[in-house]
C-alpha cells in the first residue's frame, strides 16, 4: 500500500501523458496531472497519518516548482528535469549524512535489520550516493536524446526497474552480514 501511495505521482503522469489526445500537448496534460496527483498524495496523508515524511514534501516542492514552470512557460525541459533534481537531492543528502550526524543515513534506515561495520555502512552509503548520480545522468540522458514517449517509459519503467535492481544487489551485499538467530535447543544437545 505504501509503495503505491509513494508511487501515486509518478503512475498519474504515465497514464495521463498515454491518454488519447494531441501527442503535442500530452507531456503537458501528464504535468498537470502529476501536480494534482501529488497535491492528493500530500492531503491523504496528513488525513490518514497526521504526518507528512521529508521525502513526500522535497518531491511534492519539485513537482510543483519544476512542473509549475513547465506549465506556466510551456517548456518541458522543466519536467524533464524533475527526476534528476530528486536523485541529485537524494545523493547529497546521502552524501552529507556521512558528515553530520553520528550514522551515515543508509544506517539510521536499516540497522534495526542488520549490524555491520562502520566502514561497511559508510561503503554502502557511497554506494546510494553513486547510485543516485548515475540515475539522474541517466534521466538527462534519455530525456534530451529520445522522444518523449521514451523519457516517459523509461522514468517509469527503466528507473523503477534499476532502483530494484539495485536494491537487490544491496540486500545480496549486505546478507552476508546478517545473523541467524541461535536456536535455545542447540546448546541443550551434546
Request: hydrophobic share 50%; aromatic share 8%.
Given at each position: 500500500m505504501k509503495f503505491l501511495i509513494d508511487f501515486f505521482p509518478v503512475l498519474a503522469f504515465f497514464i495521463a501523458f498515454y491518454v488519447p489526445g494531441d501527442r503535442?500537448?500530452?507531456?503537458?496534460?501528464?504535468?498537470?496531472?502529476?501536480i494534482i496527483a501529488s497535491t492528493l498524495q500530500m492531503a491523504g496523508l496528513w488525513l490518514l497519518k497526521h504526518k507528512i515524511e521529508k521525502m513526500h514534501v522535497i518531491t511534492f516542492l519539485l513537482i510543483l516548482l519544476l512542473g509549475g514552470a513547465t506549465l506556466l512557460l510551456h517548456d518541458k525541459t522543466f519536467i524533464k528535469w524533475k527526476p534528476t533534481a530528486v536523485n541529485w537531492l537524494f545523493a547529497v543528502v546521502f552524501l552529507g549524512s556521512?558528515?553530520?550526524?553520528?550514522?551515515?543515513?543508509?544506517?539510521?534506515?536499516?540497522?534495526?535489520?542488520?549490524?555491520?561495520?562502520?566502514p561497511v555502512?559508510?561503503?554502502l552509503n557511497l554506494s546510494w550516493v553513486g547510485f543516485f548520480l548515475v540515475m539522474g545522468v541517466a534521466n538527462l540522458y534519455v530525456a534530451f536524446n529520445f522522444s518523449d514517449a521514451i523519457w516517459v517509459n523509461f522514468k517509469m519503467f527503466g528507473i523503477l526497474g534499476l532502483t530494484l535492481v539495485f536494491v537487490v544487489g544491496q540486500s545480496l551485499f549486505m546478507a552476508r552480514y546478517i545473523e541467524e538467530p541461535k536456536n535455545a535447543d542447540e546448546g541443550e544437545k551434546g
Open positions: 503535442e500537448q500530452a507531456i503537458y496534460v501528464a504535468t498537470a496531472a502529476a556521512q558528515f553530520i550526524g553520528e550514522k551515515p543515513l543508509v544506517q539510521r534506515m536499516m540497522e534495526q535489520a542488520v549490524q555491520m561495520p562502520r555502512w559508510l561503503r
